[in-house]
T-cell receptor, first 114, second 109 residues
Framework: DGGITQSPKYLFRKEGQNVTLSCEQN?????MYWYRQDPGQGLRLIYY???????QKGDIAEGYSVSREKKESFPLTVTSAQKNPTAFYLC?????????????FGPGTRLLVL | GQQVMQIPQYQHVQEGEDFTTYCNSS?????IQWYKQRPGGHPVFLIQ?????EVKKQKRLTFQFGEAKKNSSLHITATQTTDVGTYFC?????????FGGGTRVLVKP
């Protein structure tokens, strides 16, 4: 599975709370990504980072925030501004951010808002 | 932005039969990657196609990139129960992947 870990596997959140999803990789990859997957749907890009201390918004960044203080870590915070946060969140990494790079996915975190 | 459309959305296949899933774009694709996601799992990279008309095989799976680089296909022969899952195509453009909606494959034993 490429040495990417995500925790926790399941996460429950009360409305109005911020929660942070962890993503760690030991592949020495430069680029990391966060995707959201809704039931029966494809993957949508939330944020991505090509290098430490730099990140860019993806297609659905509103209500989310990230940081990239270390090469191996790319945590995602789901803020209370995200109105429909229940989803499956997938973190991925690639060696670089070039055109032909393969992405390796973590096992994902399922977030449920109570 | 670039969008890739996958058809069919669902594919019910009798074990032992063949099927094909398609990935289409209205504009020229720089390249195509294919991923497989088992139920409850995460996407796993299968293959990348870059050249016009390229064909690559992995055992019972045959991947093809169209001559005009606007479409790609995945053909599976002699479907097995282990083929169950969702198959995604994705275009790598710039610094990110854009995924299609996937084809969900169910196999009837």
């Amino acid at each position: 599975d490429g040495g990417i870990t995500q925790s926790p596997k399941y996460l429950f959140r009360k409305e109005g709370q911020n929660v942070t999803l962890s993503c760690e990789q030991n592949l020495n990859h430069d680029a990391m990504y966060w995707y959201r997957q809704d039931p029966g749907q494809g993957l949508r890009l939330i944020y991505y980072s090509q290098i430490v201390n730099d990140f860019q918004k993806g297609d659905i960044a509103e209500g989310y925030s990230v940081s990239r203080e270390k090469k191996e870590s790319f945590p995602l915070t789901v803020t209370s501004a995200q109105k429909n946060p229940t989803a499956f969140y997938l973190c991925a990494s690639s060696k670089g951010a070039g055109l032909a790079e393969t992405q390796y996915f973590g096992p994902g975190t399922r977030l449920l808002v109570l | 932005g670039q969008q890739v459309m996958q058809i069919p959305q669902y594919q019910h296949v009798q074990e032992g039969e063949d099927f094909t899933t398609y990935c289409n774009s209205s504009t020229t694709l720089s390249n195509i990657q294919w991923y497989k996601q088992r139920p409850g799992g995460h996407p796993v990279f299968l293959i990348q196609l870059v050249k016009s008309g390229e064909v690559k095989k992995q055992k019972r799976l045959t991947f093809q990139f169209g001559e005009a680089k606007k479409n790609s296909s995945l053909h599976i022969t002699a479907t097995q129960t282990t083929d169950v899952g969702t198959y995604f195509c994705a275009e790598a453009a710039g610094n990110k992947l854009t995924f299609g909606g996937g084809t969900r494959v169910l196999v009837k034993p």
